[in-house]
T-cell receptor, first 113, second 111 residues
Framework: SAVISQKPSRDICQRGTSLTIQCQVD?????MFWYRQQPGQSLTLIAT?????????ESGFVIDKFPISRPNLTFSTLTVSNMSPEDSSIYLC??????????FGQGTRLTVV | GQQLNQSPQSMFIQEGEDVSMNCTSS?????WLWYKQDPGEGPVLLIA?????ELTSNGRLTAQFGITRKDSFLNISASIPSDVGIYFC???????????FGQGTILTVHP
């Protein structure tokens, strides 16, 4: 299994500011993913973080709003830019360990005021 | 895009009761997964299904991959308080990490 650490675990931010969320994995993984879980909702895939190239975004998500870095095979960051209250969500990092399941971090609970 | 219909949305049961939840789709899929999310945590895989008709158990949990490949159900027998959480049916994409989640079933177990 993979152990995934996310930082911060929670934050309260002012609208208009940006927050960068970090995801660290205890082993090298090929694929890393970022999901959003809005209050009371299910998880929605934001993007695939590709090592050595730009992230691949899902429909409805754009790089200017959610820039992603993947400097190596164990680390990725997601930035939520120019935040508004609608960005208040749990943001989760996930890895595909090349096996039959995906592992998730504990999530970052973001509140924008 | 792909859409999953999961029901029920929520369940309130007494400890010891059995629980059943299901998921349907208009499209055919090759993999059905069931995840559980505890409060303040990320989802954790419970059961993975890879073949139509497959019936798989994990302790008190049993899940089946429908013959039509468009549906799946999850049963929990003899529920206990720690079963509380949100249960998601999930389908895989080109990568196991690229997942589509159902709406979730919120389970509450009264002692």
């Amino acid at each position: 299994s993979a152990v995934i650490s996310q930082k911060p675990s929670r934050d309260i931010c002012q609208r208009g500011t940006s927050l960068t969320i970090q995801c660290q994995v205890d082993s090298q993984v090929t694929m890393m993913f970022w999901y959003r879980q809005q209050p009371g909702q299910s998880l929605t895939l934001i993007a695939t973080a590709n090592q050595g190239s730009e992230a691949t975004y899902e429909s409805g998500f754009v790089i200017d709003k959610f820039p992603i870095s993947r400097p190596n095979l164990t680390f990725s960051t997601l930035t939520v830019s120019n935040m508004s209250p609608e960005d208040s969500s749990i943001y989760l990092c996930s890895v595909d360990h090349g096996r039959t399941e995906a592992f998730f971090g504990q999530g970052t609970r973001l509140t924008v005021v | 895009g792909q859409q999953l219909n999961q029901s029920p949305q929520s369940m309130f049961i007494q400890e010891g009761e059995d629980v059943s939840m299901n998921c349907t789709s208009s499209s055919i899929f090759n993999t059905w997964l069931w995840y559980k999310q505890d409060p303040g945590e990320g989802p954790v895989l419970l059961i993975a299904l890879y073949k139509a008709g497959e019936l798989t158990s994990n302790g008190r949990l049993t899940a089946q991959f429908g013959i039509t490949r468009k549906d799946s159900f999850l049963n929990i027998s003899a529920s206990i308080p720690s079963d509380v959480g949100i249960y998601f049916c999930v389908i895989g994409g080109t990568s196991y990490g690229k997942l589509t989640f159902g709406q979730g079933t919120i389970l509450t177990v009264h002692p």
